[in-house]
């Protein structure tokens, strides 16, 4: 993770996984990081407390930047920048 003002980060785009259960969010954000361009940031919503701990796991592995996470009424946003 790094120093960045999630509050302030405009997205360039943002998927709604919240009806979603595990691995649903996951494979939203797979489809979601290839619309958008390298160095952009994708949002990610999610009910699914598994994704917070699976989403950075599989950024790393896959070469983009877990940005982090904030708490939502019921469920996380959480932001990818897309590495490559």
Same mark, same amino acid.
Request: proline share 7%.
């Given at each position: ?9 405009? &997205?360039? =785009? ?8 595990? &691995?649903? &969010? ?13 160095? +952009?940031?994708? +949002? ?7 994704? =917070?701990?699976?989403?950075? =796991? ?27």
């Amino acid at each position: 993770m790094c120093d960045v003002n999630l509050e302030e980060l405009a &997205p360039a =785009k943002v998927v709604d996984a919240r009806g979603s259960a595990c &691995p649903g &969010p996951l494979l939203e954000a797979k489809k979601a990081i290839g619309t958008v361009a390298v160095g +952009e940031v994708i +949002e990610l919503w999610s009910g699914d407390p598994s994704t =917070k701990g699976d989403l950075p =796991k599989w950024a790393e592995k896959v070469g983009h930047q877990f940005l982090g996470v904030l708490p939502a009424e019921g469920y996380d946003r959480m932001f990818i920048s897309r590495g490559k």
